[in-house]
């Protein structure tokens, strides 16, 4: 990326989020976009390829969970291009971070991605979100566990309360449905052992506007046979 969209990035964090980035964050920032873009290419990572929307809807828009993120183990499912996991990361440089995802190609730009911005305690894991929630490696290991534009909140919920320990965070990153989405959740909340805590709505401007977080507490420990396997918890929302 060029100089001034680096400036950009380094501006708009400031006034839209309250946060500021380091030069070395800033340039992991630019050299990420530079990969996007070059992967993209090659693999469908993204429709979204403009300098300008990149930092805006991908890299803005990822750090705007930032001050919610809690904890030292943070999992974001379904990270496709690494959103909003990387640009979390990069802010968050001492935190661990496990990207999930089902499809290898994008962990493979991943993989290459984090060895050149040179991001450790983060690693790629190739799942299905249900069967990430199942294995007894991850389930009930988290603090915070974050996803985008994955899927709708019942949905989401049965991925992601069984990865939380108990007082764990989710943090759904939505857009003008938030509130629908909510009410549509009152049974899987019930279900799974979660409350909502707050939506928090912004707006960054560029056609990133009416952007929503739904903040979600694990409150209790999940029931065993959740999540369902794969494939069910989208066919049949809890």
Not at 68 to 92: E, M, N, R, S, Y
């Amino acid at each position: 990326m060029l100089p001034e969209h680096i400036s950009l990035l380094s501006e708009l964090v400031i006034s839209k989020i309250g946060i500021n980035l380091t030069e070395n964050q800033l340039n992991q920032f630019s050299l990420f976009g530079d990969l996007l873009v070059e992967w993209n290419e090659k693999v469908n990572l993204t429709s979204i390829t403009e300098p300008e929307e990149i930092i805006v809807k991908h890299f803005l828009d990822s750090l705007t969970l930032t001050q919610w993120v809690q904890g030292d183990k943070v999992a974001d499912i379904g990270t496709g291009a690494g959103f909003p996991g990387v640009p979390l990361k990069i802010f968050h440089e001492h935190k661990s971070f496990y990207l999930v995802d089902s499809l290898a190609k994008r962990l493979d730009f991943l993989k290459e991605a984090i060895l050149k911005l040179g991001l450790e305690q983060v690693e790629t894991l190739h799942f299905r979100a249900e069967d990430f929630g199942r294995d007894n490696h991850y389930r009930g290991r988290f603090d915070t566990v974050v996803s985008r534009a994955l899927a709708r909140l019942p949905v989401l919920l049965e991925y992601a309360i069984p990865l939380l320990s108990v007082g764990g965070v989710f943090l759904a990153a939505k857009g003008s449905q938030a509130e629908e989405e909510v009410k549509e959740s009152t049974n899987a909340l019930a279900v799974l052992g979660a409350q909502v805590k707050d939506v928090k709505k912004f707006n960054l401007g560029l056609g990133a506007d009416h952007r929503s977080i739904i903040i979600i507490e694990k409150t209790k420990e999940t029931p065993s046979q959740y999540p369902r396997k794969a494939g069910t918890p989208a066919k049949k929302p809890l």
